[in-house]
């Protein structure tokens, strides 16, 4: 029997394999998008309704396409006819997360914000206990991950895009001038060009995507995290809560309303890259930690005053994240590889879309190459921040 035949193939159906596929087939190219379960099954990264939309990070070059990237999410919603982004604005606080330095950036790239004293703070969001100055951007919210993937392979498909789902890339071998893919029931597609969205599951697939030793020489070390996230009941339901950021000496954590995924009761808290590595998310076994359990616990007695400190849910997640926490995006004749580091990469998806699908349709390698932001392509740079990119 004859490989089916696409002249794009998207691998993988998380958020940035949907907003490549959507960008792809709205450009009016031939899609096909390969899943190994369903997209945004609870294996993968993009599942849920709660991920932080922020526009604060010590980079201005992020901040940037942060603001590139909520212009696609107002289009992807106007398309869509569906919100995927709720208002709730952000803090930034402890010495850590130097909130001078991120209202900073704020101010240059021209984002609505307040840098407060402690006590003030505290008047206006007297659920938390804030340990340093404290920075407010009304502009965040709180991103539908799982609706959004949603949202964007209906978008794509209407478009002429196909999903095939069960579909567990085995390899890929370079035949004549594109590629064939392999799955693991023995069935095959050919492509002209390949866009590698694989999330946690790339560690284990770089070996077998046709991509010479040079190329997966300059491949950052992906560190791939099962990640554990708490939710909290909230004291009282009616006040507002935002996300937030902290970092002192002692944690770097983060909160933001659970959504959908804590029924709408609670703050879903986590300790930010708190969790165990692993090899590739294929190796993840779900079960929480008791001792990253406590120390979530101690932490929302110690600093969230708003919240009961007994979580009544909790659930593991896949991060991904380099050295910088810069994401990996490039291309190698056909292939572009994409990974937009989960530990916090949900905000640009959009953005990873057409920036990906616009890379995998120029006609050439550079011209394809000089469409990515220069953070993104291989070898990486040393960061641009002590911190990294986060």
Same mark, same amino acid.
């Given at each position: 029997?004859?490989?089916?035949?696409?002249?794009?193939?998207?691998?993988?159906?998380?958020?940035?394999?949907?907003?490549?596929?959507?960008?792809?087939?709205?450009? &009016?190219?031939? +899609?096909?998008?390969? #899943?190994?379960? !369903?997209? %945004?099954?609870?294996?993968?990264? /993009?599942?849920?309704? =709660? $991920?932080?939309?922020?526009?604060?990070?010590?980079?201005?070059?992020?901040?940037?396409?942060?603001?590139?990237?909520?212009?696609?999410?107002?289009?992807?919603?106007?398309?869509?006819?569906?919100?995927?982004?709720?208002?709730?604005?952000?803090?930034?606080?402890?010495?850590?997360?130097?909130?001078?330095?991120?209202?900073?950036?704020?101010?240059?790239?021209?984002?609505?914000?307040?840098?407060?004293?402690?006590?003030?703070?505290?008047?206006?969001?007297?659920?938390?206990?804030?340990?340093?100055?404290?920075?407010?951007?009304? &502009?965040?919210? +709180?991103?539908?991950? #799982?609706?959004? !993937?949603? %949202?964007?392979?209906?978008?794509? /498909?209407?478009?002429? =895009? $196909?999903?095939?789902?069960?579909?567990?890339?085995?390899?890929?071998?370079?035949?004549?001038?594109?590629?064939?893919?392999?799955?693991?029931?023995?069935?095959?597609?050919?492509?002209?060009?390949?866009?590698?969205?694989?999330?946690?599951?790339?560690?284990?697939?770089?070996?077998?995507?046709?991509?010479?030793?040079?190329?997966?020489?300059?491949?950052?070390?992906?560190?791939?995290?099962?990640?554990?996230?708490?939710?909290?009941?909230?004291?009282?339901?009616?006040?507002?809560?935002?996300?937030?950021?902290?970092?002192?000496?002692?944690?770097?954590?983060?909160?933001?309303?659970?959504?959908?995924? %804590?029924?709408?009761?609670?703050?879903?808290?986590?300790?930010?890259?708190?969790?165990?590595?692993?090899?590739?998310?294929?190796?993840?076994?779900?079960?929480?930690?008791?001792?990253?359990?406590?120390?979530?616990?101690?932490?929302?007695?110690?600093?969230?005053?708003?919240?009961?400190?007994?979580?009544?849910?909790?659930?593991?997640?896949?991060?991904?994240?380099?050295?910088?926490?810069?994401?990996?995006?490039?291309?190698?004749?056909?292939?572009?590889?994409?990974?937009?580091?989960?530990?916090?990469?949900?905000?640009?998806?959009?953005?990873?879309?057409?920036?990906?699908?616009?890379?995998?349709?120029?006609?050439?390698?550079?011209?394809?190459?000089?469409?990515?932001?220069?953070?993104?392509?291989?070898?990486?740079?040393?960061?641009?921040?002590?911190?990294?990119?986060?």
């Amino acid at each position: 029997m004859s490989a089916d035949r696409s002249k794009f193939v998207v691998v993988g159906a998380g958020l940035a394999g949907a907003a490549t596929a959507w960008q792809l087939a709205t450009a &009016g190219h031939e +899609v096909t998008v390969l #899943e190994r379960g !369903v997209p %945004a099954d609870s294996a993968g990264s /993009s599942h849920g309704s =709660a $991920r932080i939309f922020r526009y604060a990070y010590p980079s201005v070059a992020y901040t940037r396409m942060v603001v590139r990237s909520w212009d696609l999410w107002r289009e992807l919603e106007e398309s869509s006819r569906t919100q995927l982004i709720t208002p709730s604005g952000a803090l930034d606080f402890g010495a850590g997360r130097e909130p001078a330095l991120l209202a900073g950036v704020l101010e240059h790239v021209g984002i609505d914000h307040e840098l407060l004293a402690p006590a003030e703070a505290s008047h206006r969001w007297p659920q938390f206990e804030f340990d340093s100055s404290v920075l407010w951007h009304p &502009g965040a919210g +709180v991103i539908d991950a #799982e609706t959004s !993937v949603e %949202a964007m392979i209906s978008l794509a /498909s209407t478009q002429g =895009a $196909r999903l095939f789902t069960g579909w567990e890339m085995s390899g890929i071998d370079r035949v004549g001038h594109g590629y064939m893919l392999h799955n693991r029931a023995g069935e095959e597609i050919h492509a002209d060009r390949v866009v590698i969205t694989a999330g946690g599951w790339l560690p284990s697939l770089l070996g077998r995507l046709s991509l010479p030793a040079d190329f997966l020489a300059q491949v950052p070390a992906l560190q791939v995290l099962q990640e554990q996230a708490y939710h909290f009941p909230y004291r009282d339901r009616a006040a507002p809560w935002p996300t937030f950021i902290h970092k002192d000496e002692v944690i770097g954590a983060y909160g933001l309303p659970g959504g959908r995924d %804590a029924s709408y009761q609670g703050q879903k808290v986590a300790e930010y890259c708190g969790g165990r590595a692993i090899p590739s998310a294929g190796h993840q076994d779900g079960r929480v930690d008791p001792a990253n359990r406590d120390r979530i616990v101690a932490y929302v007695e110690r600093h969230l005053p708003g919240l009961v400190p007994e979580p009544y849910a909790e659930t593991t997640c896949v991060f991904t994240n380099t050295p910088t926490e810069d994401f990996v995006l490039d291309r190698y004749d056909g292939i572009t590889l994409v990974s937009p580091c989960s530990g916090h990469g949900a905000k640009f998806a959009p953005l990873i879309g057409s920036l990906a699908a616009n890379a995998a349709a120029a006609s050439s390698v550079e011209a394809g190459r000089n469409l990515i932001p220069p953070e993104f392509l291989l070898p990486h740079r040393p960061a641009h921040h002590e911190e990294g990119a986060w």
